[in-house]
C-alpha cells in the first residue's frame, strides 16, 4: 500500500482553489482504494471528517504533524501553486498548477518574484497537472526545464442546479430582465466593457456580482451614468443560494474576462439553460466551445448586437441550450476523482 500525502489545506477558502477541494476531497476519501493510503491535510477543524480510514494533518501544526510521514509518503500531491505547504524526501512531487497569471497581471519587482519563484517550484515537481490546454501551452512557453509536459486534467463543475435558490434583495421581482455577471472586480475581468453596452440594451438591468475591494471597482463605478445608477448595480458578494437564481433568472450571463485558467462560472451559467457570452480571451474559448456566443468588436453598439442576436435566438428548452447543459455536465467531479487516482497509481505502480 502506497502512501499518499494530498493538500486540502485551502478546504475553506471562498475562491476556486476552495471549490475544488471541497468537491475533490469527500470523493477521494470515498474510493477506499486497497493500494493507497490518503494523508490529508486539513484546516484543523475538518479533521476527521472524512473517515478512520485516512490519516490527517493539521493545517495549523503543520511542521509537527508533517514530520512523521517525511520518509513515509511515496507521493505528495500539492493541489495548487500557491501552497506554503512542501513535504521533502524521497516522495514522488506531482503539482497541479492552475494558471500563470502573474506573467500578465504582475509589474516590476512583484513580476520579478514570481518569474523567479514559480519556475523553481515547477522544476521542482516530478509531474506537473494543468486545469486546461492554455495554462499548458503558457508553462511550456514560459517555463524551462519542464521534467515533462504538463497532463490536461479539466476542473469539475457541481451540480448547483439543483441546489436551493434565492432571490437577492437587489432584485425588484422574479420577472425583472437582467444580465448577470460574477467574479472578482479585477481589472483582468474585463467587466468595465459592459457599462458602455448597456446604453444600446436600456430594457435591461447589469448585475455585476463579487467581491470589489480593488481600485478597478471604482473605475466602474465612474463610467456609469447618474440615470443608470439603479439600472448597472454591482452588489459586492453574493451568497450561493443568490447565485443559483441569478443563473436561472437572467436573460444571459456575460463573461468578457481577459485571463482565466479555466472559467468556472461560463459552464456554471450552462448548467441553468442560460445563454452564455465570453470573450475569445485566454481559456474560454477552449472552455465554451461552440456553446457561446462571443465578441469579436469591443464597440459598445457591436457588443449589444451580439447579445440581441443571441437572446432573440435563445429558448431555453431549445436543442442549443440542452445541448449546451449537456457539455457542461461533462466537466464533472467524479471523473476528475477519477482520472487523478490513475496519474496516482501511474506515477507509484508504473
Known amino acids: 500500500m502506497k502512501n499518499i500525502v494530498v493538500d486540502f489545506s485551502k478546504y475553506d477558502a471562498l475562491c476556486g482553489f476552495g471549490e475544488i477541494v471541497r468537491n475533490y476531497c469527500p470523493r477521494l476519501a470515498a474510493m477506499h482504494l486497497p493500494d493507497m493510503h490518503f494523508v490529508f491535510i486539513l484546516p484543523e477543524r475538518h479533521c476527521g471528517e472524512f473517515g478512520s480510514h485516512i490519516d490527517y494533518i493539521a493545517r ?9 510521514w517525511k520518509d513515509r509518503a511515496d507521493l505528495w500531491h500539492l493541489t495548487d501553486q ?20 502573474y506573467l500578465h497581471e504582475k509589474h516590476g519587482i512583484h513580476l520579478w518574484k514570481h518569474k523567479w519563484l514559480m519556475p523553481r517550484i515547477v522544476r521542482r515537481s516530478d509531474y506537473v497537472t494543468v486545469i486546461s490546454e492554455y495554462v499548458r501551452d503558457d508553462v511550456e512557453r514560459n517555463i524551462r526545464g519542464l521534467k515533462t509536459s504538463p497532463q490536461v486534467i479539466y476542473n469539475g463543475i457541481s451540480d448547483i442546479e439543483t441546489r436551493p435558490q434565492r432571490r437577492p434583495a437587489f432584485v425588484g421581482s422574479d420577472d425583472e430582465p437582467f444580465l448577470f455577471t460574477i467574479g472578482q472586480v479585477r481589472r483582468k475581468k474585463n467587466f ?12 435591461y438591468k447589469l448585475f455585476i456580482c463579487g467581491d470589489h475591494h480593488w481600485d478597478y471597482y471604482d473605475d466602474i463605478l465612474r463610467l456609469i451614468d447618474d440615470n443608470d445608477r439603479q439600472r448597472i448595480l454591482l452588489p459586492g458578494k453574493i451568497t450561493d443560494e443568490e447565485k443559483n437564481w441569478l443563473y436561472a433568472h437572467a436573460s444571459a450571463f456575460l463573461f468578457p474576462s481577459k485571463l482565466e485558467g479555466f472559467g468556472i462560472p461560463v459552464l456554471e451559467a450552462m448548467r441553468f439553460d442560460t445563454k452564455v457570452f465570453s470573450s475569445r480571451y485566454s481559456c474560454l474559448p477552449e472552455v465554451c466551445s461552440t456553446h457561446a456566443s462571443y465578441w469579436d468588436d469591443y464597440d459598445p453598439r457591436q457588443m449589444a448586437d451580439v447579445v440581441r442576436r443571441g437572446i432573440d435566438g435563445w429558448s431555453r428548452d431549445g436543442q442549443a441550450a440542452l445541448a449546451a447543459a449537456e457539455y457542461s455536465r461533462s466537466f464533472n467531479y467524479d471523473r476528475y476523482t477519477q482520472e487523478y487516482v490513475a496519474l496516482y497509481r501511474k506515477l507509484l505502480f508504473s
Open 192 to 203: 468595465h466593457v459592459l457599462v458602455p453596452m448597456m446604453k444600446w440594451l436600456p430594457e
Open 60 to 68: 495549523e501544526h503543520f511542521k509537527q504533524e508533517a514530520k512523521p
Open 82 to 101: 500557491q501552497s506554503p505547504y512542501r513535504l521533502f524526501g524521497s516522495a514522488v512531487q506531482l503539482l497541479t498548477l492552475h494558471d500563470l497569471n
